[in-house]
């Protein structure tokens, strides 16, 4: 079975600052995709950015990017300029390839200070 | 855009009621799902559904069923409702979008059912 981690429950950073939400996870499979989903108080969930693990390039999505350790197992997700905006909480998630489905991790909660 | 509706976002049930959860979506979506999120539980997946008439058991079945008669429509069932299963409810539906994508998974806004 699979596992996410994320370590940390809840950050904070001042606005247009750099911040760094950290997630591990745990498969003995090779082929996968690792997810950032990004839930607003009170709005729907909806995908930030995806990383194909066959793919060595870290993925980037304008401010949003990852740092991606497959031999580490490690998927971090890193946001630049921060906006008050991304207040958020953020889901780590996992897919088997083909699988359909997604593991998720208990997510971290992202406040932005002005 | 792909559109995850939800019957209701707020539902207050009585302890024993038979509940239905609704979603609908319509992206022509095979894989639909059922959610549950807790704070600090994450997201726990209690059924999905990879096309009509299909189902199967999530990490979290238990006082739960599924009922998906057309493709685009897939209800989350509580056969009896306890105070425990008080939670968000989260619907999601996704579909094979080629290896570079995988599935993307597509959200509806919650609803959060209380139980008294």
């Known amino acids: 079975a699979q596992t996410v981690t994320q370590s940390q429950p809840e950050m904070s950073v001042q606005e247009a600052e750099t911040v760094t939400l950290s997630c591990t996870y745990d498969?003995?499979?090779?082929?996968?995709?690792l997810f950032w989903y990004k839930q607003p108080p009170s709005r729907q969930m909806i995908l930030v950015i995806r990383?194909?693990?066959?793919?060595?390039q870290n993925a980037t999505e304008n401010r949003f990017s990852v740092n991606f350790q497959k031999a580490a197992k490690s998927f971090s997700l890193k946001i630049s300029d921060s906006q008050l905006g991304d207040t958020a909480m953020y889901f780590c998630?996992?897919?088997?390839?083909?699988?359909?489905?997604?593991?998720f991790g208990d997510g971290t909660t992202l406040t932005v200070k002005p | 855009d792909v559109k995850v509706t939800q019957s209701s976002r707020y539902l207050v049930k009585r302890t024993g009621e038979k509940v239905f959860l609704e979603c609908v979506q319509d992206m022509d979506h095979e894989n639909m799902f059922w959610y549950r999120q807790d704070p600090g539980l994450g997201l726990r997946l209690i059924y999905f559904?990879?096309?009509?008439?299909?189902?199967e058991k999530g990490d979290i079945p238990e006082g739960y069923s599924v009922s998906r008669e057309k493709k685009e429509r897939f209800s989350l069932i509580l056969e009896s409702a306890s105070t425990n299963q008080t939670s968000m409810y989260l619907c999601?539906?996704?579909?094979?979008?080629?290896?570079?994508?995988?599935?993307?998974?597509?959200f509806g806004p919650g609803t959060r059912l209380t139980v008294t």
């Open positions: 999601a539906s996704s579909s094979y979008s080629g290896r570079d994508r995988g599935y993307e998974q597509y």
């Open positions: 559904s990879y096309d009509v008439k299909m189902k």
């Open positions: 990383q194909e693990a066959y793919k060595q």
């Open positions: 998630a996992f897919m088997i390839l083909n699988a359909g489905k997604s593991t």
């Open positions: 498969t003995s499979e090779s082929n996968y995709y």
